[in-house]
């Protein structure tokens, strides 16, 4: 078993090596069993996306050896993925970054130059101070993903501003949280509080879970599937999950609200909904009874193509199941620009079955009471992030990614400073290449902390290199779940190079700005040990079992008959939202056809491929060699017409002229001719991703009909089109 492992990880570095920058595995290569040496464990929470999987770190006398997960770890079944297992690979990537950058002009132009971590903080700091003592200290704005940001954030609060937004919010799972917070008010949490290992009917829209690799989340869908659960996924292409399913919808992209209204019709119409349980806890049945009574599956065939049986037959197993039934929220949810309705839709279609809080339904998740470190309190901001777009996207609750950038143009902008890290804004924010370039050109201070040259590294004035999750402490893991549980990442290398752990990076800053009393520690190590402290356990504790289980003090559902205060203004499940209605939006989800294919393109699909996370595995030498690509996958119809076969190059055009890289053609059925698939996080422009850029297309470049979600801010991406370019343009860059 061991040796298997090993000889993978050996022959994939051989073969790496090849037609990667070399890079050595510390010469673990030359041991002949490994495992006989001197074998340590160090824990750690993987950070190779954003599902935070514990595992351990093996080493034989000193060198890397395998990571692995933690047995006792139930968020990820005591397993990792590939992309995890490839953790590696971004440790010994050569074309990290090594030390901090400053921009400076040399004979007029601009480039970066190695500066000391003293001179790139001086000059932060300097920023900093100026940005605070002129306009106030939120006008200092965070942009950051991941849970590495905990450290700066906490630095810019002890500053003064709590002005930050995160592209998981507003081009990822906003919509979805926001609509179920208007309708049970509670998100459906991240991870999803979804009980899928008790299920007995699971419904996808979209959610193409396996391909979409959150490591637990897989595990329950497999283990609900292997107990008979009903699997329906609503999907145009024939995804993993849809390969799994006792139904699978091939819906006309696009029209998921007028399937989901008419699932209602059908449970209304053909009394099945539990009724007890919304006499119970929700106000508005009457009105979505009579809401969704258009919506009938006769009318409703002709705008998604699912037949009206198909509908009614689905619906009926829902019911049948029901409360064990759970319609998945999703995650990736900023499709078409009504997502929040679209998520609230999902909401109230499960409140129908009676499923939230409900055993195979939804479960309440629980999180240990972890007591923060005592420090003094943050100054009171004068502004919060929303007083930069004032009166925009009511329900947003976060900032908005968009709203923000645009904040930042012009010399009377809002924003003054950047603090940016763990995002790669060019390929995370479609069509946003100009407004960025015009906000970077407005702002006195852009800083970007990253551990790789990503495209936004670009855009700094400053990059400060941070050292990978494998050699550095950060914040216990303590998300709420089934079952709570605290989880140790913790170094298990000393930092590459001249690259610096976020926590001393922000505690150094902190130093330079006057802020020290916020950063008493020397090492982390010594506020985590404190917060394990408080609650039973210690650092050293925690440093030999990575990850500490807790018994539940409280149900995972709600009891039969039980009285619950919802935090909506009713204190009820709100199926008819008031809150919509006041602020001049639909009280209840409306149907609104998407936009047609015009004559000649095709629609842009898009999601995830298992071997990556977005754009920032792609250059990992592992991972690279797993999967160096993505592909575009073209119906049969489509590749006879245009005369493309499977593992030809093309190009695709987007109607605003936009030019893709080569992608590499895959003729399937699984997707219908009116759309081409592929996975976002290739295309990278940033040459220092040696391995990588240049490879594969980018969905986010040829997207530029985006869909504005009014209520919170997301950004609908799915309403683009592109067709296939025969010629290479002057000036493409592969
Ligand atoms: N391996 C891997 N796993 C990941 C990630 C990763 O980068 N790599 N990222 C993680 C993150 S942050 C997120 S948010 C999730 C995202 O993962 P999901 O939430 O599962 O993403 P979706 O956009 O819902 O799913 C994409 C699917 O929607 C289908 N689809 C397209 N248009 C329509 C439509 O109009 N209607 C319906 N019903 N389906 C449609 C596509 O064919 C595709 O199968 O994945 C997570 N998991
Ligand atoms: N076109 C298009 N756009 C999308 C999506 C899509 O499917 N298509 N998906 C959307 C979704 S669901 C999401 S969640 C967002 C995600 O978008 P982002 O949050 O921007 O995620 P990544 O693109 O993975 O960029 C993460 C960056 O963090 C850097 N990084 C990695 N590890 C570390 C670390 O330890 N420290 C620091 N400081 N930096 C690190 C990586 O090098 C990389 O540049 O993108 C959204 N945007
Ligand atoms: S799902 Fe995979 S990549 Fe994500 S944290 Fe878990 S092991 Fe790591
Ligand atoms: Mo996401």
């Known amino acids: 078993m061991r ?18 920058p070399t890079f050595l595995l510390g010469g673990c290569a030359a041991k002949p069993l490994p495992g006989t040496g001197n074998v340590t464990a160090t824990p750690t929470i993987c950070d190779m996306c954003f599902w935070k999987c514990a595992g351990h770190v093996y080493k034989e006398d000193g060198e890397l050896w395998k990571i692995t997960g933690n047995d006792d770890d139930l968020h990820s079944g005591g397993r990792l993925c590939t992309r995890g297992t490839g953790g590696p690979g971004a440790y010994l990537d050569p074309d990290r970054l090594k030390t901090p950058l400053l921009r400076v002009s040399v004979d007029g132009r601009q480039t970066f130059q190695p500066v000391s971590w003293d001179q790139a903080l001086r000059f932060i700091a300097s920023k900093m101070q100026v940005i605070a003592d002129t306009h106030g200290p939120e006008r200092m704005l965070m942009l950051n993903h991941g849970a590495g940001s905990s450290h700066f954030r906490h630095l810019l609060r002890a500053y003064g501003s709590n002005c ?21 008010g509670e998100s459906a949490s991240s991870p999803e509080r979804t009980d899928m290992e008790n299920s007995r009917c699971i419904v996808l829209l979209g959610s193409h879970i396996g391909e979409n690799l959150h490591n637990g989340q897989v595990q329950t869908l497999a283990e609900a599937l292997n107990k008979g659960v009903t699997l329906i996924t609503v999907d145009p292409r024939f995804s993993v999950p849809a390969g799994k399913s006792k139904y699978w919808l091939p819906i006309k992209p696009g029209t998921d609200m007028a399937l989901l209204l008419s699932w209602m019709n059908v449970l209304i119409e053909e009394g099945l909904c539990d009724t007890d349980y919304l006499e119970h806890y929700a106000i508005g049945f009457e009105q979505v009874a009579e809401h969704v009574r258009n919506y009938t599956p006769e009318w409703v065939y002709l705008e998604t193509g699912i037949k009206p049986d198909v509908i009614r037959e689905t619906a009926r197993e829902m019911a049948k199941a029901a409360p064990a039934t759970v319609v998945h929220p999703g995650r990736h949810a900023v499709w078409y620009g009504d997502d929040t309705q679209r998520s609230r839709a999902i909401a109230m279609l499960n409140a129908l079955l009676g ?6 339904g939804f479960y309440i998740p629980e999180k240990i009471d972890l007591p923060s470190y005592p420090l003094p309190d943050y100054p009171e901001p004068k502004y919060r992030v929303s007083d930069a777009y004032p009166g925009k996207w009511p329900f947003a609750g976060q900032g908005v990614t968009n709203g923000v950038i645009d904040a930042s143009v012009g010399e009377d902008a809002f924003f003054k400073g950047w603090l940016v890290y763990g995002t790669n804004l060019p390929q995370t924010i479609p069509a946003v290449e100009e407004q960025l370039k015009a906000a970077v050109d407005s702002l006195d201070l852009v800083v970007v902390v990253e551990t790789m040259p990503s495209e936004m590294t670009g855009y700094a004035d400053v990059i400060l290199p941070e050292c990978t999750y494998l050699e550095r402490y950060d914040d216990i893991r303590n998300s709420g779940e089934r079952s709570p549980s605290l989880a140790l990442r913790m170094p298990a290398f000393e930092p590459k190079y001249d690259s610096k752990p976020g926590w001393w990076i922000a505690k150094r800053l902190g130093h330079r700005l006057g802020l020290d009393d916020y950063f008493p520690w020397e090492d982390y190590s010594e506020k985590l040990d404190w917060q394990l402290k408080q609650v039973g356990s210690s650092l050293d504790e925690m440093q030999k079992i990575g990850v500490k289980n807790f018994p539940r003090k409280t149900p995972m559902y709600f009891r039969e008959g039980e009285r619950v205060r919802f935090r909506t203004p009713s204190r009820k499940i709100e199926l008819y939202s008031q809150q919509l209605a006041d602020k001049g939006f639909d009280p209840m989800p409306v149907y609104t056809p998407p936009d047609p294919v015009p004559k000649g393109y095709y629609r842009l699909n898009y999601g995830r491929m298992p071997a990556h996370t977005f754009g920032k595995t792609t250059n990992n030498p592992l991972l690279f060699e797993l999967s160096p690509e993505n592909q575009l996958w073209v119906n049969p119809l489509v590749a006879s017409e245009w005369g493309i076969r499977s593992g030809d190059y093309v190009r695709l055009g987007s109607p605003k002229g936009v030019v893709s890289n080569k992608i590499r053609v895959r003729v399937t059925e699984r997707i219908g001719p009116d759309s081409v698939f592929m996975a976002h996080g ?14 594969g297309a ?11 979600d009014p209520i919170m801010g997301g950004t609908g991406m799915r309403a683009n089109f592109v067709t296939f370019v025969k010629e290479r343009p002057a000036g493409a860059a592969t």
């Open 355 to 360: 499923s939230w809080n409900r055993k195979g």
């Open 3 to 20: 040796r298997r492992e090993f000889i993978k990880v050996s022959s994939l570095l051989s073969a790496t090596a090849a037609t990667a």
């Open 682 to 695: 290739f295309g990278h422009k940033s040459k220092r991703l040696r391995l990588t850029a240049g490879v």
């Open 698 to 708: 980018d969905d986010a470049s040829l997207m530029s009909n985006i869909k504005i």
């Open 164 to 184: 930050h937004a995160e592209p998981a919010f507003a081009q990822c799972r906003g919509p979805r949280d926001v609509g179920f917070r208007l309708t049970f």
